[in-house]
Structure formats: C-alpha cells, structure tokens
C-alpha cells in the first residue's frame, strides 16, 4: 500500500528525506573534488632524496611551509623504508644547515640517548658505536641510514653546529640502560638520601627489581607477583623523588618510562597484547620535557613511526585507530602554545616493504580515487603543504583514501593527521649492513 496517497504529510517527510540525501552526497562530492583539486594543483616534484644531492633549492617549499615551527616531526609508513630514509636524511641536512635546527629526536631510548650521548665523548668512532647500540637496530644497520648516522652527524662535531642526538621512546633497554641504568639511579636515590634507600629489601629485591622491564620485553614473567611489586616499588620512587626535585626532572621521566612500561607488562597479562595510547603518551610527555626544558630555545627535528606523530583522535574512521590518542595528538594538545609543530606524513605508490628480519610485503594496490592516485605519475618524489588548504577551506571535513602509515590505505580526514605529505613513487626495503 502507497502510505503517501493517503498521507501527504508522509510524502513530503520522504520527499524531503531523499533532497536532503541528495544535497549531502552532493556536498560530500564536492568536498572531495576540492581536496582533489589541491592535491593535483599544488603538488610540488622533489628532485632528489640522495643526502649528497645538497643543492636544497627544490627542498625550498618544503622551508617555507615550515615556516618558523619550531619543530618537525618527520614520520615513516614503516620502519623498513629504504627512500624515506634518504629522503630523511636529506630533510635533516637541510634544516640543520638552512633552517637553524640542531637537535634530532628519535624514537629511541630515552634514557640512553640523554644521559648516555651526554657522557660519551664525541669523536668519529666513538659516536659511530654509540649511536649503533642505542638507537634501534631497524635503522642503524640499514643501508640508506648510514649516511646519516656514521658520516653526517659524526662530521658536525668537527664543526661550530653539532647536531645533537636525543631519543624520547620509554623503551629503555638498549645497550647503554641495559647495562647503566640500575647503577645510576641506585647512584642517583643514594645522592638525594631517598627513604626507600634505607629499607631492608632495597639491594637485596627492590633495586634489581626496578629496571625489570627492559628484560620482561624480551623475557615476560610467569605471574604478576614480581611485576606489582616493581610497579609499587617505582611509584614509590617517584613519590619520593617528587618531595625532592620538581616534577620535570630527567629523573622523575625515567622512573615513569619504567612505570608505563611495567603497565604494559600487566596490561599483557590482561589482554594478550601491549596497549596503544599508553607509550604514545609517555612518548609525549618525554618529547614535550625535552621541547619545553633540556633544549627550551632551540629548534628540534623529530624522527618516528608516522603512527606516532599522526593526530588520529576523530580523524580516521577504524576501530583499531579511532580515538587513539597518539604522540602527536597528545603533545599539540600540551605544548606550550608559542611552540609550533610541523608534521610530516610519508606516502608511497607502489613497490615492497617490510622492515630488516621481517618478511616483505608488498605496498597496498593503489586504490581509485586516492591521495596516490592523484599525483602526477611522472613525479618520483614529491611535497604538498595541507596548511593552504585547511586555512582556505575550514569547514571541509572530507575522508579520502591514502596509505599514511603502514601501507594500507585507509579513509581518514588526513589534511587533518598531517601538516604536509612527502610522496615516494617507488617502495622498496633496507638491505642489512651488519
């Protein structure tokens, strides 16, 4: 039975219902010809990723968009891509030598590349083996890292602008922490005459208890009991250590990178699996200290997952990612205001992936209608700034497919995760060189 012959009241509800459906599908097309129209207009060809290639005149537009941020954070799909890493490399060159930046970030430990790269002395082989050991083993013994790691940053220090090394991962069981770090907080409580120094148990059970996590990361315990214990023992650490120094210590950071990652210890035991936002944040609150405090006046490039320096919270639409608060969601929400922050994303179109000692795999089929798709084919590398388009057209709040991290492409508002795109055509993995 036609229910609108004998209500025209229902008729014009559904008439009005299929308009409105048509005007929002119309919007919504239209909405993504506009961020279509940008990416095809104002995509800007790279020449080179070659870090020799030091002719930085086709880098320019990647300056200017930068502007006068006063940090860069420089992502990657994943932790085995070849180009990016040159293209990084490339990047880090430039904004030392053009832009005033001197300081590199890694997602490595925190720990070690602070306390650690400030005791060693810096000549040639030292930093070599330094810098080998202490930062994780995906890049320094791929192949298109090296220029960065055993010529470029070795050589500054020969120079009036070293480029110092710092990490903000939590993760502290590279080889430095796994062989200081229990030395020298036990050195560090003894000096401030921290109460639970005194107890009883403290050489005996507690102090080869509190770095646990960086053997249960490779070694999980059998039951809870020695990991509550740690995680009691560390809170009351930091308790302590909080009557003594102010909240922004180094010290203080250490102890809650040793917390979080004994939370994710239990959260295994919980769940099967480590949790996402928990290292995201402490990751956070390590680079923020080191924004805000260790180098308050100076300009600081960031090199991480762009898993972590994306701002995910209601952009993407994936269950695994939606809400995610991640490293870069949570320091723009915190960073003292006159600080600014640059993100860039990394995206490929085609060719193999995978990280060294894990099995390849090949990089999404390009989809219809995507980011990738709209890039002049002719262009190997290539820039586009977000910024232009978010201040022209604020209220465009379109999903659009592109493969922003980890080679999937996925829908997401991404003019909303990053500030600009750098586009390799040709994927391909590290070759090992040790």
Known sequence: MDITRKDPKNRFKLISI????????????????????????????????????IDFSDLKPIGDAIGNS????????DHGDAPAFLAKTRLIKYLHEKKGFNVLAFE????????????????????????????FSVWTICNTCNNLFYHYIPFTYSTNTPLVLTGFDSQQYL?????????CLDSNFRAKNLPITKQANYNTEILSLIDSPKRWIFFPPKDTVKVHLCLESLKTIRNQLNSEVTVDSFWVLVIDN????????????????YTLNGRDIQMSINLKWLIEKKF??????????????????????NRDLKNTETMGDHLVKTLTKSKKVYILGFTSLQGIAGRI?????????LKKNSFESWINPLYRYAFLDFSDFNKKYPYSNEDFYMCG????????KWNNIYDGMFYIRDMYRCIPTR
């Not at 080889?175 to 030395?183: D, I, Q």
């Open 18 to 53: 299929a308009v409105l459906a048509v005007l929002l599908n119309s919007f919504s097309v239209y909405a993504q010809q506009l961020i279509k129209n940008h990416v095809t207009e104002k995509t800007i060809s790279i020449n080179s990723i070659e870090p020799d290639s």
């Open 70 to 77: 006063d940090v860069v954070m420089l992502g990657e799909q």
């Open 108 to 135: 490595s430990d925190f720990f070690g590349l602070n306390y650690g790269w400030q005791k060693i002395g810096k000549t040639h082989p030292v930093i070599d083996t330094f810098i080998l050991k202490n930062i």
């Open 175 to 183: 080889n430095f922490s796994y062989y200081n770090l229990s030395k």
């Open 258 to 273: 040793l917390i979080q990652q004994t939370n994710d210890v239990l959260a295994k035991f919980k769940t099967g699996k």
């Open 296 to 317: 308050k006046d100076q300009k600081i490039i960031v090199w991480a997952a762009s898993s972590h320096i994306a701002k995910f919270s209601n952009n993407i639409d």
């Open 357 to 365: 000692g894990m099995r390849p795999y090949d990089v999404h089929p």
């Open 405 to 412: 991290f980890g080679h999937v492409s996925l829908m997401a």
